[in-house]
């Protein structure tokens, strides 16, 4: 995977997007990250890259870090954000010309973030995308360690066009869905119910604590 490409493309599309909207749609709310706004986002995009290229990783991905970022930008017009951001990005693309847990990372934040904001501006789009794909394929290896780490049963999943089986042995559940669902809900864009709910051939309970890299929404998400 061209991992430096899909970022770029990704920053693009969030950029055209954002540049777009009005104060009011900036200060929309995002149902997936409730406690930001879309502007928010953006400044947490944008701050990942200053203290990935400056060494700030201490408690990375933590609540406390990611404010951190939104606050040092809430004062910045939208247009000194963006500026930041493209400053920021030739380095963060010559990183992601290699590999590792945090070359993918940053892939897959950044693809969230925007599928996030296209949701809460019900302007849906690149769900098909090449960084679409990447993170899937991220976010299956993920669920893939979880079940081997805690010895949790195999899963086999269907999402159309791609199949896996995770974990170790024979499958004892098949969940057949499509794949923009299923990335969603690999990352936590879904809520236990939602999960639940979902095309399973087997009982999910045995899967559903550790389906998700991140805490799966307290909330339904209607995408």
């Given amino acids: 995977m061209d991992l430096a490409g899909i970022y770029a493309e990704t920053r693009g599309r969030i950029v055209d997007l954002v540049r777009g909207l009005s104060p009011d749609e900036l200060a929309t709310t995002v149902p997936a990250t409730p406690e930001w706004t879309v502007r928010d986002v953006v400044g947490h995009l944008t701050g990942v890259c200053a203290d990935v290229m400056e060494g700030r990783l201490e408690g990375a991905a933590t609540p406390p870090w990611t404010a951190a970022q939104i606050d040092a930008r809430r004062a910045k017009s939208l247009e000194e ?3 930041e951001w493209d400053e ?3 380095a963060i693309e010559a990183m992601l010309a290699g590999s590792g847990m945090a070359v993918n990372a940053l892939v897959a934040d950044v693809v969230t973030h ?4 296209r949701s809460a501006l019900g302007r849906p789009g690149a ?3 090449a960084g679409m794909d990447a993170a899937l394929q991220i976010f299956a290896g993920g669920l893939d360690a979880r079940l081997r780490a805690q010895g949790r049963p ?3 999943i269907d999402a159309g066009s791609q199949e896996w089986v995770l974990g170790e042995g024979d499958p004892a559940a098949t969940l057949a869905t499509n794949s923009y669902d299923l990335t969603r809900a690999l990352i936590g864009r879904r809520s236990r119910a939602q999960v639940t709910a979902m095309g399973w051939d087997g009982d999910a309970e045995p899967f559903l604590d550790v389906f998700a ?6 909330t339904d998400l209607a995408e």
């Fill in 88 to 90: 920021r990005s030739p």
């Fill in 114 to 117: 925007e599928q996030d904001i």
């Fill in 81 to 83: 954000v963006l500026a």
């Fill in 127 to 129: 769900r098909d995308s």
């Fill in 154 to 156: 195999a899963i086999r």
């Fill in 213 to 218: 890299g991140f805490p799966m929404s307290e």
